[in-house]
C-alpha cells in the first residue's frame, strides 16, 4: 500500500481488506451517499510531479527541441495580441517587438542546450560554453536591458542575470560550474531564463501548450472566453491572493496542508484573467467554483466526491474537473459507481467530467462495467510534452473496454484525450508562477475548452455529450493512425473544436423549412462583383440531438457558374476569335459558315454558322454554334434573328465582340449581355435625316453540366443551382453624321433576370425568389473614318430593382451600377489584310446600393431559437477593375492559315497585383 505522503502521484487506497473490497459495490447506493470508513480513500494528484523530481530525467531530452517550437510562436503573438489588447486599451508597441527575439534568441538556447549536455572538463569544451552563456546575455540584454533598467534600476546583468545564475549556482566565468547539471537542471535554468525575461514584458507570459493545442487569447474572447459557464474544480483549495478574485466560489474548504498551491496552478489554467500579469486563462471570463474533499490525510473518499458534485451542480456547474482517482488505473472502475449514486445521476445530462488520468505512467487493462442507460459524460486526459509525444509519466487508456453486460461496447481510448502537461507555467499560489508537470494540467485545458465551447454556443451546456463529442471528434490525431491505445482520439485542437467538425455537412435554414446545402467558398465572381465584405449567411451543424450555427460569408452561398462560363482560357479564345474574325470582314455574317439566301421576295437575305461565344455552355445533344440570319429589305428596314449572339445583334456596334458584353471581361454593355446566348429577335428601321431606331429581345436559359468541370468536388457544389434564366429588351436611337463616318447613339435595355442578380444565383431558393429587374441606359460613340481605324466608345449606367417577399432582397434605393469600354481597331497594319484590336475599359461595378438579406438564425443564445433576422449588406465596397487588352491577327500562306496573339492586364483603382495573360494561336486549312 503506498501512502498519501509518499506517493509522487498521489494516489493511494488507505485501506486494502478484502472486506473493504466486497464493500464497493452495495455502499455508494447507501443512503445519501454515506462510506463506511474503511472503504477505499482517494487522494488528489498533488505533487503532480514536480519538476525536481529525478523520474523527469528520462524526458527532459524532449524539452531541448521545445525552444524551437517557441520562438516562431513568439513570433505569432504580436499577431493576434494586437486584436486583443487594442480591445482592452492595452497596446503596448514593446510587447510587439517579443517575437522577434524569441525568434533570434530561441536558436542560441537550443546551441547552448545542446554544448551544455556534451560538455566534458577540456578548457576548449568549457571555454566554447562560456561564450554560450554570454551571447546569451549579450542578446538579452540588448532587447530587455531597457526594461530592466527602468523596473529594477539595475543594469541588466545585476537587475536580472546575476540572480539567475546564481539561484543555480553558475558562474559564466568558471567552467567548473557548468558540470554536475542533469537535463532537469538544464531545462530548469532556460525555462528561469524565459520566464524571468517575460516579467518584464508587462504582458502575459507566452507558453508552449498555446501553440500544441492551437489556442491564443483572441479565440478565447472572440468564443466569449467562457461567460455564462461555471466549471466545477475538485482540488486543493485557491489560496494565493491572485487567484482568489477569480475563484467565484468555494463549498469546501477541506484540508490544504500540502496542495503546494495544486488548486491555484490548475484554476490560473482555467480562468486566470489575461491582465498582462502571468499566466493566462483559456476561459477567463467563466465562473469557477471549487471544491476541497480533501482531508488531514490527504485522502477523500466517495460519499464527499458525490456531495461535491451535487454541491457544484448547485452551483450551475455544467464541466467539472478532477484531478483526483485511484492508483494503478488511468479510469478505475469506481466511477461508475459514483455516477449510480442518487445525487449524482440526476445531473448526467448536463455535466461533463473531465478526468485526470494519473501519473504513474501505467497502460489500463482491466475493463468498467458500464451502465449505458445512465452513460456520464467523461474524457480522461492524458499528459504530452512539448514536442507532442506521451509523457512518460502519463496513464494511457490501454485497450480497457466499457462492457455492456459482458460486451465490450466501448473502448477506454475512444473517451481519451491528450494535451500539454510538462513544465506548464502556473500561478504558484504565492503571488507568482511556476512550472509543473503532471496530467492534472493536462485536463484543465480540456474543460476550459469545453467552457469556450459552451460560451460561444450556450444551449450545449444541456448537451454533455454533444459538447464531449466536439473535443474528441475534433483532435488531431497522434501516434498510430485513428484512435489508439496510447493517445486515443488524440491532441486537444482548442480552434479546431470552435471550427465545423465537417465542413460538407453544414447547411442554411430556409424560411420555407428546407435544409439548403452550401458552398465551402466564396465565389470569386460574387466578392468581386458585390464588394459585399460584411453580409453573413448563418449555417448550421448538427451535432447530436442538437447544433451549432457559424456564419460564413454572404458570397459564398452566390455564384455565376450558370451565367458565366468565362475563365482566362475562354476571355483568350474569345478575342483570338474577334481579332480572326476581322480579317475576313468586319461583319458577323463573314465567314466559311455564311451565304447568301435566294428568295421571291427580292430581299436580301443572309445565314451564318459560327462557334458559340466563348464560355457559353451547351446542353447535350446540342452542337456548339451560333446560328443568325438577317433579312433586310427596301426602304431601311432590316431584321435579325438567331441563336446565341444577342447582345452583339442588339447592340448597333459592329466593332464590340461576344467579350465585350461580358461582365467580368468587357464594359460595351454587360447588362444586355445576361440574357445573351439563347434566342433573339431584332429590327432596325432607318427614320431618315441620319436617325435610325432599332430594338429586339434576346433570352437566356444555362446551366453548368457534368462535362463543364474539371473536378468531382466541383460538380456536386455547382449541381445545386438551378437553370438560370433571363431576358432583356433592347430600344437603341443612332444619328450617322454622313460621310464622317462619325455616328452617336443612345440606347435603353430592360433585364430581367428570373433567379438572380447580376448573373449571380444563390444555392437558398428562397434567394431571389420573386427575381430582379434592371434599367440601364447606354451611350455610344463610333467613328470610322476610313478602312483602315475604327473606334467605338460606349458607356452603361444601370439600375437594379427587386421585389420584396425574398430571402435576399434589393433596398428601396435599388443598386447602381456601371461599364465603358473604348475598342481600336486597324486594319493593315503590317500587311494588306492584318488586323490589329486595341481595348480599353472598365468591367460591370456595383457602385452602391444595399440588399436586405432575410436568413433563419439563432434568436436567443441562451436556448437556441430560431427566428427570422434581417441584415442590411452595403454593397460597393470593391475596388473598380480596369483592364487593357490588345490583340493581332494575319492572314498565312495566302489565305491558307492563320496567326493570332492576344495580350490582356487586368488592374484595380485600390493597387492590387494586377493579373496578365498571354495567347497565341496558329491554324492551317487543309
Not at 463529442?469 to 482520439?489: C, H, K, Q
Not at 427614320?687 to 432599332?694: D, I, K, P, V, W
Request: glycine letters at 14%; charged letters at 15%; hydrophobic letters at 40%.
Amino acid at each position: 500500500m503506498t501512502s498519501a505522503a509518499g506517493a509522487v502521484c498521489a494516489l493511494a487506497l488507505s485501506a486494502g481488506s478484502a472486506a473493504a473490497q466486497t464493500a464497493q459495490g452495495n455502499v455508494l447506493q447507501a443512503h445519501q451517499g454515506r462510506i463506511s470508513p474503511f472503504y477505499g480513500r482517494l487522494s488528489p494528484f498533488a505533487g503532480d510531479v514536480n519538476p525536481l523530481w529525478g523520474r523527469l530525467s528520462p524526458f527532459a531530452g524532449d524539452v531541448d527541441p521545445f525552444w524551437g517550437r517557441m520562438s516562431p510562436f513568439s513570433g505569432d503573438i504580436t499577431q493576434f495580441w494586437g486584436a486583443l489588447s487594442s480591445s482592452q486599451g492595452r497596446i503596448s508597441p514593446f510587447y510587439g517587438n517579443v517575437g522577434s527575439f524569441w525568434t533570434d534568441v530561441g536558436p542560441a538556447m537550443d546551441n547552448l542546450s545542446a554544448t551544455w549536455r556534451t560538455v566534458d572538463t577540456s578548457p576548449a569544451a568549457a571555454s566554447a560554453l562560456g561564450v554560450q552563456f554570454q551571447d546569451l546575455i549579450t542578446r538579452s540584454e540588448t532587447f530587455w536591458g531597457a526594461a530592466v533598467q527602468a523596473q529594477t534600476g539595475q543594469s541588466f546583468r545585476d537587475g536580472f542575470a546575476a540572480g539567475v545564475f546564481a539561484r543555480y549556482g553558475i558562474d559564466p566565468t568558471d567552467p567548473s560550474t557548468f558540470e554536475g547539471f542533469s537535463d532537469v537542471d538544464r531545462a530548469r535554468f532556460l525555462f528561469a531564463w524565459y520566464d524571468g525575461l517575460m516579467e518584464f514584458s508587462g504582458r502575459d507570459h507566452v507558453d508552449h501548450w498555446m501553440a500544441t493545442t492551437n489556442w491564443n487569447p483572441a479565440l478565447s474572447q472572440n468564443a466569449g472566453g467562457g461567460q455564462g459557464v461555471t466549471i466545477g474544480m475538485f482540488d486543493f483549495s485557491v489560496t494565493g491572493a491572485e487567484m482568489s478574485d477569480d475563484v467565484s466560489a468555494w463549498l469546501r474548504g477541506g484540508y490544504n496542508n500540502g496542495g503546494q498551491g495544486h488548486g491555484d496552478a490548475v484554476a490560473s489554467l482555467l480562468v486566470a484573467d489575461h491582465d498582462g500579469r502571468g499566466a493566462m486563462g483559456i476561459a477567463p471570463n467563466a465562473a469557477l467554483v471549487g471544491y476541497n474533499p480533501f482531508d488531514a490525510s490527504g485522502t477523500t473518499n466517495w460519499g464527499d466526491i458525490a456531495d461535491g458534485v451535487a454541491r457544484l451542480k448547485q452551483s450551475g456547474a455544467s464541466v467539472v474537473n478532477f484531478s483526483l482517482g485511484l492508483p494503478g488505473s488511468t479510469f478505475a472502475p469506481d466511477w461508475m459507481g459514483l455516477y449510480s449514486h442518487g445525487s449524482v445521476k440526476g445531473v448526467l445530462g448536463s455535466t461533463v467530467f473531465v478526468h485526470a488520468a494519473g501519473n504513474e505512467g501505467v497502460a489500463q487493462t482491466q475493463n468498467i462495467n458500464w451502465n449505458f442507460n445512465l452513460d456520464p459524460t467523461f474524457i480522461v486526459v492524458g499528459s504530452v510534452g512539448p514536442t507532442g509525444v506521451i509523457s512518460p509519466f502519463s496513464n494511457t487508456p490501454g485497450t480497457a473496454c466499457l462492457m455492456n453486460n459482458g460486451v465490450c461496447q466501448e473502448r477506454l481510448m475512444d473517451r481519451f484525450i491528450v494535451a500539454p502537461g510538462e513544465w506548464i507555467l502556473t500561478s504558484d499560489g504565492q503571488g507568482g508562477l511556476t512550472r509543473q508537470s503532471g496530467t492534472s494540467f493536462s485536463a484543465p485545458m480540456v474543460s476550459g475548452a469545453i467552457a469556450l465551447l459552451q460560451s460561444h454556443w450556450p444551449w450545449l451546456r444541456d448537451h454533455a455529450g454533444e459538447s464531449a463529442d466536439i473535443i474528441l471528434m475534433t483532435a488531431t490525431d497522434l501516434g498510430a493512425p485513428g484512435v489508439d491505445p496510447v493517445y486515443g482520439r488524440g491532441m486537444l485542437n482548442i480552434a479546431a473544436s470552435q471550427a465545423p467538425i465537417n465542413m460538407a455537412s453544414l447547411y442554411q435554414r430556409s424560411a420555407s423549412g428546407q435544409r439548403v446545402n452550401v458552398n465551402l467558398a466564396a465565389d470569386g465572381d460574387a466578392v468581386a462583383l458585390l464588394g459585399a465584405q460584411d453580409g453573413f449567411v448563418t449555417v448550421y451543424e448538427d451535432i447530436g440531438a442538437t447544433y451549432r450555427d457559424f456564419r460564413i460569408p454572404l458570397t459564398a452561398n452566390l455564384s455565376s457558374v450558370n451565367s458565366s462560363g468565362v475563365n482566362a482560357g475562354s476571355v483568350l479564345t474569345a478575342s483570338l476569335a474577334g481579332a480572326s474574325a476581322k480579317i475576313k470582314k468586319r461583319n458577323r455574317f463573314a465567314s466559311e459558315f455564311a451565304g447568301e439566301v435566294a428568295n421571291p421576295f427580292g430581299w436580301d437575305v443572309r445565314m451564318s454558322l459560327s462557334p458559340l461565344p466563348a464560355g457559353e455552355f451547351v446542353r447535350d445533344g446540342q452542337l456548339p454554334y451560333a446560328f443568325d440570319m438577317m433579312l433586310a429589305g427596301e426602304g431601311g428596314f432590316t431584321l435579325f434573328a438567331g441563336r446565341g449572339y444577342g447582345a452583339v445583334a442588339l447592340s448597333g456596334h459592329d466593332s464590340f465582340e461576344a467579350s465585350s458584353f461580358t461582365a467580368g471581361t468587357g464594359g460595351a454593355n454587360p447588362i444586355l449581355g445576361f440574357a445573351s446566348g439563347g434566342g433573339y429577335v431584332a429590327a432596325d428601321v432607318a427614320l431618315g435625316a441620319g436617325f435610325s431606331l432599332s430594338g429586339g429581345v434576346t433570352e437566356r436559359r444555362s446551366q453548368a453540366y457534368e462535362a463543364d468541370f474539371f473536378t468531382g468536388e466541383e460538380r456536386p457544389v455547382f449541381e445545386r443551382f438551378a437553370p438560370y434564366r433571363s431576358a432583356a429588351a433592347h430600344a437603341l436611337l443612332r444619328k450617322s453624321m454622313g460621310e464622317s463616318g462619325f455616328s452617336v447613339s443612345a440606347a435603353y435595355t430592360y433585364l430581367r433576370e428570373t433567379n438572380g442578380l447580376l448573373g449571380l444565383q444563390s444555392v437558398n431558393p428562397d434567394d431571389f425568389a420573386a427575381g430582379t429587374q434592371t434599367d440601364a441606359a447606354t451611350f455610344g460613340l463610333d467613328w470610322t473614318p476610313s478602312e483602315r481605324f475604327g473606334v467605338a466608345l460606349s458607356a452603361t449606367f444601370g439600375r437594379i430593382r427587386g421585389s420584396a417577399g425574398q430571402s435576399l432582397a434589393i433596398s428601396d434605393e435599388g443598386v447602381d451600377v456601371s461599364a465603358f469600354e473604348a475598342a481600336f481597331d486597324f486594319n493593315g497594319v503590317f500587311g494588306a489584310n492584318d488586323h490589329a484590336r486595341l481595348r480599353i475599359g472598365q468591367p460591370l461595378h456595383v457602385d452602391g446600393g444595399s440588399l436586405n438579406v432575410t436568413s433563419i438564425d439563432v434568436v436567443d443564445r441562451d436556448t437556441g431559437a430560431f427566428g427570422a433576422v434581417t441584415q442590411r449588406v452595403e454593397l460597393g465596397g470593391s475596388a473598380r477593375q480596369y483592364f487593357i487588352e490588345g490583340a493581332y491577327a494575319a492572314p498565312l500562306f495566302e489565305g491558307q492559315g492563320e496567326i493570332a496573339a492576344i495580350a490582356r492586364l487586368d488592374t484595380s483603382s485600390a493597387g492590387a497585383d494586377a493579373q496578365q495573360m498571354l495567347g497565341a494561336r496558329f491554324s492551317l486549312n487543309f
